[in-house]
């Protein structure tokens, strides 16, 4: 089965997409359910809403033996989108735990909502982005790009904003 017959089977892992070609964008929708990294990804206006990306449980799709922990099966590797365009994404009321979106740019993308537990956003851009309401626990924004971002009603006590700027944002 090739990639674009795989990326057809999306929504059977987890993805509300509908697939009618295998288009350069099911590829890497593809390589971000099932490989956990899609590097450099033009996603631009993507819609994931109340989608999940964090952390969970994953079956080995290759000969390589499950990683496991004294639980059971281990936690698979998180998303990877370190540097993808994520400009007016869609990500309200998603689960983002974990995932790493350093240098990635977010401008005007919706993160209300989100659960961005643990979640790496080192030097990316959300100007302008919608995160209210987010949790934002264990969130390293260090040195990123949050000017005019909405982060009303959340906590920012509990998130690395070293260096991040912060200039026009809607806060509490």
């Not at 990326?7 to 929708?29: E, P």
């Not at 998180?78 to 400009?87: E, H, K, N, S, Y």
Request: proline letters at 2%.
């Amino acid at each position: 089965m090739n990639i674009c017959q795989r990326g057809l089977a999306i929504a059977a892992l987890g993805l509300s997409v509908i697939a009618l070609g295998c288009n350069q964008r099911t590829q890497d929708i593809y390589r971000i359910e099932v490989e956990r990294s899609c590097q450099q990804c033009d996603l631009r206006g993507i819609n994931l809403q109340n989608q999940s990306l964090g952390k969970k449980y994953r079956i080995s799709i290759s000969n390589q033996p499950l990683s496991t922990n004294p639980e059971g099966l281990g936690y698979a590797a998180p998303v990877d989108l370190t540097g993808a365009d994520l400009r007016e994404a869609n990500f309200e009321s998603a689960n983002l735990t974990g995932v790493l979106l350093n240098d990635t740019q977010l401008g005007d993308a919706d993160l209300s909502d989100a659960n961005l537990t643990d979640t790496q956003f080192v030097g990316a851009d959300l100007q302008d982005a919608n995160l209210r309401s987010a949790n934002l626990e264990g969130a390293n924004f260090q040195n990123a790009n949050l000017r005019g971002a909405d982060l009303r009603d959340c906590d920012l006590s509990v998130a690395n904003l070293r260096g991040a700027d912060l200039t026009d944002a809607l806060l509490d």
